[in-house]
T-cell receptor, first 112, second 116 residues
Framework: DVKVTQSSRYLVKRTGEKVFLECVQD?????MFWYRQDPGLGLRLIYF???????EKGDIPEGYSVSREKKERFSLILESASTNQTSMYLC???????????FGQGTRLTVV | AQTVTQSQPEMSVQEAETVTLSCTYD???????LFWYKQPPSRQMILVIR??????QNATENRFSVNFQKAAKSFSLKISDSQLGDAAMYFC?????????????FGEGTQLTVNP
């Protein structure tokens, strides 16, 4: 079974802190994604990566950056956390453009 | 850009009954995929069913089936013989076909409650 693991299920951070959300997949997938989930808005794409060291902005990249130094790991970085970044963050991966995506269990981030 | 709309924020159904969740989408593409994902309280997103736009036949997976109307850009999910374990948030999603980096575009979600 494909496994997508997010490093934390719950995080509480202070305003202005630099925050790292980590995602690891164990199936040699090419594509990885970070989504943000908010009530009434569904899932919105923040960034995605289709290969190591490659990244593309999604629909809401402001205030975020990403890093993909190794194929299995895709990190989401909040350079200076703000209260409006309090949300659920979901990581996903897939082999390529023809196959289904697999999701991690989400990180619920609260910025106080 | 593609958009996906789920107009029912909440739905409820009696156990063993049938419920239909609605989804519409907007695209100028002719080749694409549509999905229904389920997110139970555990937060784990689970793929329920997938439909290729070039296929006229509606996809079916056990108690789950879709009504895909390409011209109307409608993609509804029917759950038959509803079970308590079907209670979850359901998301409709769209993806372009074949592009390596193509992303999933999601609707707002429908929270389904199953009453015993």
């Amino acid at each position: 079974d494909v496994k997508v693991t997010q490093s934390s299920r719950y995080l509480v951070k202070r305003t202005g802190e630099k925050v790292f959300l980590e995602c690891v997949q164990d199936m040699d997938h090419e594509n990885m994604f970070w989504y943000r989930q908010d009530p009434g808005l569904g899932l919105r794409l923040i960034y995605f990566s289709y290969d190591v060291k490659m990244k593309e902005k999604g629909d809401i990249p402001e205030g975020y950056s990403v890093s993909r130094e190794k194929k299995e790991r895709f990190s989401l970085i909040l350079e200076s956390a703000s209260t409006n970044q309090t949300s659920m963050y979901l990581c996903a991966s897939r082999l390529d453009g023809y196959t289904e995506a697999f999701f991690g269990q989400g990180t619920r981030l609260t910025v106080v | 850009a593609q958009t996906v709309t789920q107009s029912q924020p909440e739905m409820s159904v009696q156990e063993a009954e049938t419920v239909t969740l609605s989804c519409t989408y907007d695209t100028s593409e002719s080749d694409y995929y549509l999905f229904w994902y389920k997110q139970p309280p555990s937060r784990q997103m689970i793929l329920v069913i997938r439909q290729e736009a070039y296929k006229q036949q509606n996809a079916t997976e056990n108690r789950f089936s879709v009504n895909f109307q390409k011209a109307a850009k409608s993609f509804s999910l029917k759950i038959s013989d509803s079970q308590l374990g079907d209670a979850a948030m359901y998301f409709c999603a769209y993806r372009s076909a074949g592009t390596s980096g193509s992303r999933l575009t999601f609707g707002e979600g429908t929270q389904l409650t199953v009453n015993p």
